[in-house]
């Protein structure tokens, strides 16, 4: 049933808008073939064996009024996690220094909030022009941002801002209530018309079907301009948050969404997100063969447990893959 506030899309003209059956039919190949194109989308666009390193930080933690369903931080669930407010300036920095020596070039600064306010934002402001100090590209995510709030982040030196669409819009509504998917479009656009990279990408894991998966990738895809960064997450699932006992995606599932990531956001960063402390280490290198090109790189993820430095780089020695260095 079409939605009673249907999602407003603003199209540039004569670029290509993505239709459901055409992705469909990038998904219903034989695996071999969609990451054999995965692959030579990829090869055409980057510099195939290097990987982008980003590594984030909580500065905020728990206590949030959204109720995203999969989240450990949402106050709406009993997830036994301790409870953070803002992290002071220098305790932000110190992590950064550690994430510039294990060699990361972006710093990811998370924060629980439905949206920054007015009265935190100067701090986390004069967090991003110190972390960018240290020679590290800026990304923050804390919520949804009012028009004037991008552009004192774009003035503060933020390079990117990460709002996740999540799913698709016809899911959406079984995993979040408290904020629509109009709203995270709008808060795009802010992040867009103040001149910042976007980072937006989505989950999965949630229950969802491949035509969600199908529908969140076109509609990420479909943007007037494509996000940079585009972080795919397997969902890990959290217990005391509603989807802590959900069925698991079918590995190749997952893989598939990161190479019809690829071939649709051909110029991107498809980053290999949550999730990689569970998979295999043939599993994750068949997604950065499906075009993968960026992870989070550190101990933690936000609030769960990530996939150890030491293990990456040995992984990434055995595959060959480098590091990409810092562009300035
Ligand atoms: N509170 C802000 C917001 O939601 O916009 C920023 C922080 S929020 C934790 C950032 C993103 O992390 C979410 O949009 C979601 O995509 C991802 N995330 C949160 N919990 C997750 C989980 N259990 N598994 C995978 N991804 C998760
Ligand atoms: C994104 O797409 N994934 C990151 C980041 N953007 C902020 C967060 C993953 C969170 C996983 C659950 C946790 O550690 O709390
Ligand atoms: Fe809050 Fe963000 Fe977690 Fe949703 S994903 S509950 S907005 S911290």
């Known amino acids: 049933m079409p939605s009673a506030n249907p999602v407003q899309y603003i199209q540039p003209i004569n670029r290509h808008q993505w239709g459901q059956a055409e992705v469909a039919d990038l998904f219903a190949q034989p695996f071999m073939d969609l990451v054999f194109q995965a692959q030579q989308v990829h090869r055409e666009n980057f510099e195939p064996n290097q990987v982008q390193l980003s590594t984030l930080i909580s500065i905020k933690t728990g206590a949030c009024p ?5 989240c450990p931080q949402s106050a709406h669930y009993d997830t036994d996690l301790e409870k953070e407010k803002l992290l002071p300036i220098a305790e932000i920095l110190e992590a950064a220094q550690k994430a510039v020596d294990a060699g990361a070039t972006r710093f990811c600064m998370g924060a629980a909030w439905r949206n920054p306010s007015d009265r935190e934002l100067p701090q986390v402001l004069a967090t991003i022009s110190a972390v960018k100090e240290l020679g590290l590209e800026t990304c923050a995510t804390l919520g949804m941002l009012k028009p004037e709030q991008a552009h004192l982040l774009a003035e503060a030196g933020l390079d990117y801002y990460n709002h996740n669409l999540d ?3 016809k899911y ?3 995993i979040i209530t408290t904020r629509t998917y109009q709203n995270r479009l709008d808060t795009l656009q802010s992040v867009r018309d103040a001149g910042m990279n976007v980072c937006a990408g989505g989950i999965v894991g949630m229950g969802e079907d491949e035509s969600d998966r199908i529908g969140l990738l076109r509609t990420l895809a479909n943007l007037p301009t494509a996000p940079e960064s585009v972080p795919i997450n397997m969902l890990v699932k959290v ?15 997952f ?6 990531a690829r071939i649709l956001m051909p110029q991107s960063y498809v980053r290999l997100s949550a999730g990689r402390h569970e998979m295999n280490d043939q599993m994750q290198a068949l997604c950065f063969m499906a075009g993968a090109n960026s992870i989070f790189y550190g101990e933690e993820l936000l609030t769960t447990e990530n996939a150890s430095s030491d293990h990456d780089r040995q992984l ?3 595959l060959g893959i480098s590091a990409e260095k810092a562009q300035r």
Do not use: H
């Open 167 to 169: 799913t698709s819009e």
């Open 239 to 253: 217990p005391g948050t509603p989807l802590e006992d959900v069925a698991d995606l079918d590995d190749f599932d």
């Open 66 to 70: 959204e109720d995203c369903a999969y």
């Open 255 to 260: 893989i598939r969404t990161i190479a019809v």
């Open 316 to 318: 990434f020695d055995r």
């Open 172 to 174: 959406y509504d079984q």
